[in-house]
C-alpha cells in the first residue's frame, strides 16, 4: 500500500515569493494533516482536515498562509508571500478517524529554503 | 496543558549496546495516547507504537520495548542490541481524547540517537 505521498521534496524560493506544497494521503484516509517542523524540533501541527472540512487550524497564521482539501482526498498548502521564518520542513500526515483509533502516518516531507 | 519532555537531546552508543530513551509527559485528561515515531535522515517519520493511557503493559516488538509508568507519567523507549540502522531521531508524542475523538498529538523536541559502528 502506498504511503502518504508530498511533492516536492525540495524547495528554494526568495522571500516574498509564494510557494506551495502537496499531499496524497493514504486510500481511504478521511483525516488529513499538515505539520511545521522546525529544526531540531518536533512536528507543530498547522491544520487538520476531517475529508473537506478544516477542523482545526488556530495555528494556522492565516495572514500568509492557506490550505485546500478540495474533494476530501489531495491536499494543498500555500504560503504568500514566503518569509525568511518560513524555512522549515513541511510534514503532511493522514489518518483514519474513528472511535478508537487515530494513528497518523507521515509524509517524507518538504524542505522550504526561503533565501 | 499538555506537554512533552525529552530530556535527552542525543546519544551515542556503540553497536550492540542497549540504550533507553526517556520520556515524561504532563496531561490532565484522564483518557490520553502515547506514542513513539523514528524519523531516520530520509526526514519520514515512521509510527512505532500507540499506547492508551488504560494499558499499562509493557510491549515488547522485537529488538524494541516500551515501558508505561502512569505513576512517574514515563513512557520510555528501549533498543535492546542496537544496530547502526536504528541511527534516527526519534520522538514521544501525546495526544488527549476530546468527545470520544483523539485530539491533536503534541510532539516532543525528539532524541537524536546515534548508533557508532
Known amino acids: 500500500e502506498a504511503g502518504v505521498v508530498q511533492s516536492p521534496r525540495y524547495k528554494i524560493i526568495e522571500k516574498k515569493q509564494p510557494v506551495a506544497f502537496w499531499c496524497n494521503p493514504i486510500?481511504?484516509?478521511?483525516?488529513l494533516y499538515w505539520y511545521l517542523q522546525n529544526l531540531g524540533q518536533g512536528p507543530e501541527l498547522l491544520i487538520r482536515?476531517?475529508?473537506?472540512?478544516?477542523?482545526?487550524d488556530s495555528q494556522l497564521p492565516k495572514d500568509r498562509f492557506s490550505a485546500e482539501r478540495l474533494k476530501g482526498v489531495d491536499s494543498t498548502l500555500k504560503i504568500q508571500p514566503a518569509e525568511l521564518g518560513d524555512s522549515a520542513v513541511y510534514l503532511c500526515?493522514?489518518?483514519?478517524?474513528?472511535?478508537?483509533?487515530?494513528?497518523?502516518?507521515f509524509g517524507p516531507g518538504t524542505r522550504l529554503t526561503v533565501l | 496543558a499538555q506537554k512533552v519532555t525529552q530530556a535527552q537531546t542525543e546519544i551515542s552508543v556503540v553497536e550492540k549496546e542497549d540504550v533507553t530513551l526517556d520520556c515524561v509527559y504532563e496531561?490532565?485528561?484522564?483518557?490520553?495516547?502515547l506514542f513513539w515515531y523514528k524519523q531516520p535522515p530520509s526526514g519520514e517519520l515512521v509510527f512505532l507504537i500507540r499506547r492508551n493511557s488504560f494499558d499499562e503493559q509493557n510491549e515488547i516488538s522485537g529488538r524494541y520495548s516500551w515501558n508505561f509508568q502512569k505513576s512517574t507519567s514515563s513512557f520510555n523507549f528501549t533498543i535492546t542490541a542496537s544496530q547502526v540502522v536504528d541511527s534516527a531521531v526519534y520522538f514521544c508524542a501525546l495526544s488527549g481524547r476530546v468527545g470520544g475523538r483523539d485530539d491533536k498529538i503534541i510532539f516532543g523536541k525528539g532524541t537524536r540517537l546515534h548508533i557508532l559502528p
Open positions: 496531561t490532565r485528561d484522564t483518557t490520553y495516547y
Open positions: 500526515a493522514s489518518s483514519f478517524r474513528d472511535t478508537v483509533s487515530d494513528t497518523q502516518y
Open positions: 486510500s481511504g484516509h478521511n483525516t
Open positions: 482536515y476531517e475529508n473537506e472540512e478544516a477542523v482545526d
